[in-house]
């Protein structure tokens, strides 16, 4: 069997056990030594491919489709700095728990080392944060070796999946010639396997459950205290909402919802729901007031600084956090018990095996009060010029039924945050919450877009600006995207910190201003360009965007002092009549 023949097979068993495994979309990006991955993928019948030119882009492109689809997606490169590219999104995969399978081509071992072009060192070149990481052997075609690469890519997909996803990486030396030979006979297939349909190592993986004494111990630990706080953190789990809704509604406790927990949209029960919580929680007296028996965090920590405090300021309050797997994201260092289980499964369980009891409603409706003195202050008022917050309650009135919201780090995250109310509609709602970067959010929008649904990306000018390539696929496949974009001209979050009051060096270091006219950036990739000046336009260009097939982007100017002015003035109004009713 010659090099061809044998590199062709070796490749091809690979890649067909990566989609008996489940795969389903690879993101390639151009490239020599890659070139028997690139095809192979391409003459795959059941793996969609998407070309993305620029590796960082493509890895981002990649991340938006894993948070969008829940599932693992495959990324292509060659060899050198292409692989290094990858690195910001292989860290937000691997804090934000999202599946990726990264697959770097390389040079052969004897080229290594000795002054090769794009030969760099690959072998563990992401340090820690893949899950897992595998050298591939050179390529043979002996029925144990094309065993070794099917078995190495049933395992992949396993890995990127199993526990808390995350990206893993394998490393592929190939020696020339490169191009493989797709005329062969039965390349797909596995020798002495004619009808393998499904993976070589086919696994069953279930879910963590706790046992029914431990259950009942976390009730009776529980039962002890009244004034309990469930705070509900980034997460995706599409059943969660109702799951811990049903409970909170069996125990009497205020349910505060950070955006990204999918528990502020959806047809589930929101009484309880505490949405406004980060603008009340930044006073220090109101905290003191809302001193909790316990808490209970599902999920990632809460976007809201604010609610930092509160925990901070209550280190001797008993804390549980809930992990599906394992984990040990708690940043405050208070005194904290992990409970690692199924969060639907354990509230489920937790509300079952709840005896009824008395309430404290007074704990409940002082929550309640203060969520609904909030929401009125956040919601009222129009201005002549649109700030920030009514961009996101603007969007938030039209944004279209079972759609996806990806936001944006830095004021987009938070501006969703403190004015994103509960909503009876099905809205997914997504962010690169893992590392916090600003990098690849227009990559990450077009991927979530990718899977088909209608998404809504909500950015800033810096954001926008740090990706403006990405715009690259919408215009490449046409995909259906509304970027909502924010422009303060320059990093509008640090007019909030203490930087601010250095008058000599922040508009160079911190606000930096970019001055660009985004219009003509828009329009080179294809897409529609509108601006809005007040909330009303802003409705109406979001509507039109809607029905408009592509690329449309809507561009909000706003000033930074403004806006700085008009949040405090909304969390002034709200303390002071809190605090009045309080006397």
Request: charged fraction near 20%; proline fraction near 5%.
């Amino acid at each position: 069997m010659n090099h061809t023949e044998t590199l062709t097979r070796y490749t091809a068993n690979f890649v067909d056990e990566l989609a008996k495994s489940g795969l389903i979309d690879v993101v390639i990006s151009p490239g020599s030594r890659s070139t028997p991955l690139a095809l192979t993928f391409t003459e795959h019948p059941s793996i969609k491919q998407w070309v993305i030119i620029d590796e960082r882009s493509a890895a981002f492109f990649a991340l938006g489709i894993a948070k969008q689809t829940n599932r693992p997606v495959a990324l292509v490169c060659t060899s050198g700095t292409a692989a290094a590219n990858y690195f910001p999104a292989i860290v937000e995969a691997h804090y934000s728990r999202v599946p990726l399978l990264v697959l770097t081509a390389d040079r052969p071992h004897e080229l290594r080392d000795v002054g090769a072009p794009q030969a760099i060192e690959q072998v563990r070149l992401y340090g820690n944060y893949p899950k897992w990481f595998h050298e591939m052997a050179l390529p043979e075609a002996s029925t144990e070796m094309l065993s070794y690469a099917r078995n190495k890519a049933a395992r992949a997909v396993y890995m990127a999946q199993e526990g808390n996803p995350g990206p893993i990486h394998m490393n592929f030396p190939f020696r020339e010639p490169l191009n493989p030979d797709f005329s062969l006979d039965n390349i797909w297939t596995f020798p002495g396997a004619a009808q393998h349909t499904q993976s070589v190592n086919p696994v069953y993986d279930g879910k963590k459950r706790l046992a029914e004494p431990e259950i009942q111990h976390l009730v009776e630990k529980l039962g002890n205290g009244q004034r309990g706080v469930i705070v509900c953190g980034p997460q995706t789990d599409p059943d969660f909402a109702d799951a811990i809704t049903t409970l909170a509604n069996k125990w009497g406790l205020p349910v505060l919802a950070d955006p990204l927990s999918q528990v502020r949209t959806g047809s589930h029960h929101k009484d309880q729901v505490i949405e406004a919580y980060d603008a009340f929680l930044r006073n220090e007296e109101i905290r003191k007031q809302l001193k909790p028996d316990y808490i209970i965090r599902f999920g990632a920590m809460p976007v809201s600084k604010a609610y930092l405090f509160y925990v901070k300021e209550h280190s001797d309050t008993r804390q549980y956090i809930v992990e599906n797997y394992t984990g040990y994201r708690e940043p405050t260092g208070n005194v904290t018990e992990f409970i690692f289980a199924d969060p639907v499964m354990l509230s489920e369980d937790l509300t079952a095996a709840s005896p009824d009891k008395d309430v404290d409603t007074n704990w409940l409706e002082m929550w309640k009060e203060m969520n609904r003195i909030s929401k009125k202050h956040l919601l009222s008022g129009t201005e002549a010029a649109i700030t920030e917050g009514e961009v996101v309650r603007g969007l938030a009135e039209v944004i279209p039924e079972e759609s996806i919201l990806y936001v944006g780090n830095s004021m987009s995250v938070r501006d969703v945050d403190t004015f994103l109310m509960t909503t009876p509609k099905h809205i997914s709602i997504l962010a690169n919450r893992g590392a916090n970067g600003i990098d690849g959010m227009v990559s990450s929008g077009l991927g979530a877009a990718a899977a088909g649904k209608c998404v809504t990306l909500l950015l800033g000018d810096l954001s926008f600006f740090h990706d403006m390539n990405g715009l690259m696929a919408a215009k490449h496949y046409n995909l259906n995207i509304t970027i909502l974009l924010v422009n303060n001209n320059g990093g509008g979050i640090f007019s909030f910190l203490p930087q601010s009051n250095d008058k000599k060096h922040f508009e160079a270091l911190f606000g930096t201003p970019v001055d660009i006219d985004f219009e003509k950036a828009i329009t080179m990739y294809g897409g529609e360009y509108a601006q809005a000046r007040t909330e009303g336009q802003l409705k109406e260009l979001l509507y039109t965007s809607y029905q408009h097939e592509g690329l449309s982007v809507i561009e909000v100017k706003t000033e930074r002092t403004e806006n700085v002015e008009w949040h405090r003035a909304k969390w002034q109004a709200i303390e002071k009549e809190i605090l009045q009713d309080r006397d």
